[in-house]
């Protein structure tokens, strides 16, 4: 990709990275913002690759690309992307996002409190920035609507037989397993182990779906 300048602002979420896109690259087609990912996805990876791969990313990076809104209530849109997929709605992405956004003026900081009204490919998203002294000090998000999908279903997890899992949507899926149920104490002595359980779950459901 000699010759290209893309701009990235870095920016993280309490330790979680979620730098964000300013300049470089155009959006994507799409009549709607999901469209628009899914067009990111397909035809432009290599962005995300180039930012996310060796040796100028890692797998505990996330980034952000900002996109014109496809709709009249949104303030600006984006795209999100991760080390393995594109997902329709984070929340450390949103808050690396919305702070990106005020700390440079790509959109007007209001001090004590600035409401955005983000275009994401989950939903629509407000977010409520808590300003001062021309920093954004916090951010607080009202998510995308969410639902339980499914209640005390059993999946197969390697080494702990079948497991309750419960199965819920907040602008992705996920699988909630209790840890306390299968032996830990969830201290930080158990955090490797806990990482490693984490995954089991994860490439069980896909593989069963």
């Known amino acids: 990709m000699a010759g290209r300048l893309i701009s990235v602002v870095g920016c993280?979420?309490?330790g979680e990275v979620g730098d964000v896109i300013v300049g470089g690259v155009l959006p994507p087609q799409g009549r709607?913002?999901?469209d628009k990912m899914r067009t990111m996805e397909r035809e432009h990876d290599h962005i995300r690759r180039i930012l996310l791969c060796e040796p100028r990313g890692s797998v505990i990076r996330h980034v952000n690309l900002l996109v014109p809104a496809t709709?009249?209530?949104?303030d600006v849109g984006a795209i999100i992307m991760e080390p393995t997929e594109y997902v329709p709605m984070s929340g450390s992405n949103t808050i690396c996002i919305v702070t990106v956004l005020l700390e440079t003026g790509i959109v007007a900081m209001r001090e004590p409190q600035t409401i955005l009204m983000l275009d994401m490919p989950g939903g629509v998203v407000r977010a409520t920035a808590n300003c001062r002294d021309g920093k954004?000090?916090?951010v607080e998000f009202e998510n995308v609507p969410c639902f339980v999908d499914r209640l005390d279903a059993e999946i197969q997890v390697e080494g702990f037989g079948r497991v309750p899992i419960d199965v819920a949507y907040g602008g992705m899926f996920f699988g909630i397993v209790d840890a306390k149920m299968l032996g830990f104490e969830i201290v930080p002595s158990e955090a490797r182990a806990l990482a490693d359980l984490g995954e089991r779950p994860e490439?069980?459901?896909g593989e069963e779906g």
């Open 12 to 14: 993280h979420a309490e």
């Open 32 to 34: 709607t913002m999901f």
């Open 71 to 74: 709709r009249p209530d949104c």
């Open 136 to 138: 954004c000090v916090s």
């Open 203 to 205: 490439r069980e459901i």
